[in-house]
């Protein structure tokens, strides 16, 4: 019979965590933090509108730069690893106001902003407070898959804000481990709503509820990006030679 396995307590007893790994200061806060996330994420999206239109009789700027650095930052910080859950736990829900910046480098450069990116930024940052808040026994599949992914995309970023050439299939790849994180979230999602007895794996109606419709919008919009950019276009080819 398998049986849940409190992953935490796991990691604690093979593994020692160093100094500024045992700053909790920040918990009681990130606990609170549940209410704050609605008006943050409510202000990206007023800034998504106003920066557009802002932007709309400007030219875009450079901004070369700093995109390097911020997405390589991102990049090192998502590669980061570390069995000491709570402390990268706090980085993480902090983390997904931080990379909401990633909007403003494409308003301020007049690149395209499509719907999944700014849907996709604010409801995690939402459904992450959430998630600490409530203690939401999946959560740190969630945040591993999620920081293996991003280690990944940024450093991609990185590279094309370099003009580095980069493997053409590597953005398809990125967009495939996105598609995949969002079936294994929604299967382990669906895994501890029936282990939701066992010890380390409780959770309740809400949670579950929750974690499908975000994982299941995610799955569509991915897997429609995905069609649109890697799919179609080879249609088209394809159609015009013949």
Known sequence: M??????????D???QPYNF???QDLKPYLEEYWATSFPIALIYLLFVFVGQNYMKARKGFSLQGPLILWSFCLTVFSFSNSPVI???SCLFVLSKVIELGDTAFIILRKRP??????????TVLVYTSFGYKHKVAAGGWFMTMNYGVHAIMYF?????AAKVKSPRWLPMFITS???LQMIIGATVSILIYIWRQEHGCHTTTEHICWSSILYITYFILFA???????IMPKIKVKTKIQ
């Open 13 to 15: 007893r093979l593994f």
């Open 224 to 230: 429609n990006f995905f069609h649109q950019n890697y």
């Open 86 to 88: 709570r402390f990268w």
């Open 113 to 122: 902003l499509i719907f999944v990116h700014w849907y996709h930024h604010s």
């Open 21 to 23: 790994e045992r700053f």
């Open 177 to 179: 481990l996105q598609i």
């Open 156 to 160: 991609y970023y990185t590279l094309k």
């Open 2 to 11: 398998v049986t849940a396995m409190n992953v935490s307590d796991e990691a």
